[in-house]
């Protein structure tokens, strides 16, 4: 039989067939050693854990202080086993069974006065099997009721064979009660592990259907200029009396590559249509700023107070530009509907000379907000616009208990409009 890889560290479950090799190797580093395998708290809830670390060090201090009374040394150092256990499980085992040994001897069956000690050991063996995988737990339970059985049967332990029998019930138990703890508290960690990895692949789908959905609405951007080009390459020939030869079979060329681009295009636009979500596949023109007064004027029918400010000179911005600032808007608008329902919002266009700064700012909300299944997409499409185009972008509520959006998309003038804002001042 191949042998099998064994983590020495906290093992999740242990394989039904393992070999002697392997198991001997498991009970090796699991008893056969010296390192710290600390207990972890509660995990829940947080304000109770560390309530095991202190009951193990309150039963340890009762139980030194009735010894004092019978066996003062070596019933605290018993008694000590169980703190110790709390780090070193395996080194405390040993010295649990040294300490039994010890006093089972020191002191004759007519003074049996030391069975907590057998209680103690007990214990121990339940913080070991918390940190150990079961055939090492069981394995120490065996050995420590072989060891009581051999006191018992060489004289040195108490009379009655009751108190071996209860003392095997209490080894078995404390197996038996601390591999379902430690099982429970494997499962914990795999399910909060599993939760945690669940939440992070779902923030990236996110991340990435929203990207998908912006490709689809700048894909008419770039088809647009791609015909644009193609028809400017095609018709200028004809612009030109008796145009030299290189020059139309360069403009074929261009003509040529604008097609097979836009052929790719096309081609790209199919691999990102969703059947479950076509509403950004249709023909229909992507919006732009244009469009703003009848976006304002739906939100406003649908009981939405909102006013809009435009600061410095109006100019065209580049396709992108245009279609993420609208989006914007849109998405902080619909936000304000769902959440703050008959909240005073006010939209605010600042254009500078080389950005478009927007700002949307919403009041406290004066009605009760219902519930809206919307996408959750929507400051996360913020955020991918606003880095795609190398903006920045500010989200948070405001002092009065509203919420604002702040964003800056760059976008610098050409050469062709510089001329007629070199006067315009910089945000």
């Known amino acids: ?30 008893l056969v050693t010296t390192c710290a395998r600390p207990m972890p708290p ?21 139980i030194a202080a009735a010894a004092d009374m019978t066996a003062p040394v070596m019933g605290s150092a018993d008694a000590a086993t169980l703190v110790v ?4 499980p395996a080194p405390a085992w040993w010295l649990s069974t040294a300490v039994l040994t010890g006093i089972t001897l020191e ?13 103690v050991h007990a214990g ?34 108490v009379d009655s064979w009751k108190v071996i029998v209860g003392a095997l019930s209490l080894f078995g138990l404390a197996v038996l009660i601390g591999a379902v703890a430690r099982g429970r508290r494997q499962d914990h960690s795999r399910l909060t592990k599993q939760i945690a990895a669940t939440a992070q692949e779902r923030a990236l789908r996110t991340v990435l259907e929203e990207r998908t959905r912006i490709a689809r609405e ?60 076509d509403s950004t596949t249709g023909t229909s023109p992507q919006p732009s700023l244009a469009q703003l007064d009848a976006l304002l004027g739906s939100v406003r029918a649908a009981g939405l107070h909102a006013t809009i400010r435009i600061e410095g000179t109006v100019r065209p911005l580049s ?44 009041g406290p909300a004066t009605l009760p907000a219902g519930t809206s299944p919307g996408s959750g997409h929507g400051l ?29 998309l760059p976008d610098p003038a050409s050469p062709a409009t510089s001329k007629e804002i070199d006067q315009w001042p910089s945000a």
């Open 124 to 157: 121990v063996l339940f913080l070991l099997t918390l940190r150990v995988c079961l055939l090492s737990a069981v394995t120490a339970a065996v050995l420590s009721a072989l060891l009581a059985v051999i006191l018992k049967l060489s004289g040195c332990a």
């Open 380 to 408: 996360t499409g913020m955020r991918e616009r606003t880095a795609m185009l190398g903006g920045d972008l500010a989200i948070g509520p405001t002092p009065d208990g509203g919420y604002e959006v702040t964003a800056t």
């Open 85 to 88: 256990a709390l780090r070193w």
């Open 1 to 30: 039989m191949p042998e099998t890889t064994v983590p020495t560290a906290d093992r999740p479950t242990l394989p039904y067939t393992v070999n002697t090799a392997t198991g001997l190797r498991i009970l090796r580093a699991d």
């Open 218 to 277: 700048l894909h008419d951007v770039v088809a647009h200029h791609m015909s644009l080009i193609s028809i400017q390459a095609d018709a200028a020939p004809y612009r030109v009396q008796n145009p030299p030869p290189e020059l139309v079979t360069e403009l074929a060329s261009i003509r040529t590559t604008a097609l097979e681009g836009l052929a790719e295009l096309s081609h790209l636009l199919g691999l990102l249509r969703s059947d479950a979500d």
């Open 42 to 62: 509660l995990a829940w809830p947080r304000w109770l854990r560390w309530l095991p670390h202190i009951l193990v060090c309150l039963t340890a201090t009762l």
């Open 107 to 119: 002191y004759p069956p007519a003074q049996d006065g030391q069975l907590y000690v057998w209680m």
């Open 319 to 362: 396709p992108g530009v245009e279609l993420s600032a609208y989006r914007i808007i849109q998405e902080a608008l619909s936000n304000v509907l769902r959440h703050a329902p008959g909240a005073g919002t006010s939209i605010e266009l600042t254009y500078t000379r080389d950005a478009l700064c927007l700002r949307v700012l919403n």
